[in-house]
């Protein structure tokens, strides 16, 4: 398989950027660096930290190859820091090529200054009954219910909705989860095998603001269009 790296502090003013190494390149056990990528994903703006966080989306186009999501927690996007996420279509990248992320097939970006989205990102099978996978994206800083605590929160964009590509915003996810205060929910996801035995794969959701600390998992086949706290979705 091929292997994308992520060099968020790359650029002269951090915009960040994302590697992309051939298998037969990686399998020349020769030292390498960005020359030797076969394409190169480009931050679009100062302190963009472009690849702070990424994750590959099983193949949903039909050519074979996977398509990847670049989380960019720094971009503006009308306001400072609200970040933004930038998934990429493998058809859209060939040998040789630099990509500026701004030309991604979807972006998905915050709505506030320091929703820094982008931040966590993770994909999880099929859920709304196409056959292919959707996208998670979460922020743990985020404020929810109004107290001086934070709540964090986590957004899901079926199938259907990103992949119809254009410019989107976390309003437009399909499923909402807010943390219960203080909770801080998102610090971090992880898409793990079916603990339900509905044979759908589930979720472990980290909290790092949850007293000391806690993982949430998520049972997937609650994850129903609509907003949810977590206790109702574990």
Known sequence: ???AVSAFLDGALDEGAVYLFSANTLGLGLPLDGDDAWAKL???????YAGEDLVTIPDVDGDGR???????????????NVG??????SGQLSVG?????????????????????????????????DGKPEIVLAEDTRFVIGSPG???????????TWMAGGDLTINDADVVINGDEDMGVGTSLLTIPDQTGDGKADLAVGNAWDDNGSVSIVDSAKLTPGTHLMSEVE
């Open 84 to 89: 933004t996420v930038y998934i990429v279509m």
């Open 150 to 160: 934070f709540e964090g929160q986590i957004w899901v964009f079926y199938s259907q």
């Open 97 to 129: 090529s630099t990509l500026s992320l701004a030309n991604s097939h979807t972006v998905i970006s915050g709505l506030i200054p320091e929703d820094e989205i982008g931040d966590v990102v993770a994909t999880l099978p099929d859920i709304s009954g």
């Open 42 to 48: 480009e931050g679009v703006s100062p302190y963009h």
């Open 1 to 3: 398989p091929d292997l």
């Open 66 to 80: 996977d398509e990847i999501a670049v989380g960019a927690p720094g971009s503006f996007h009308q306001q400072d």
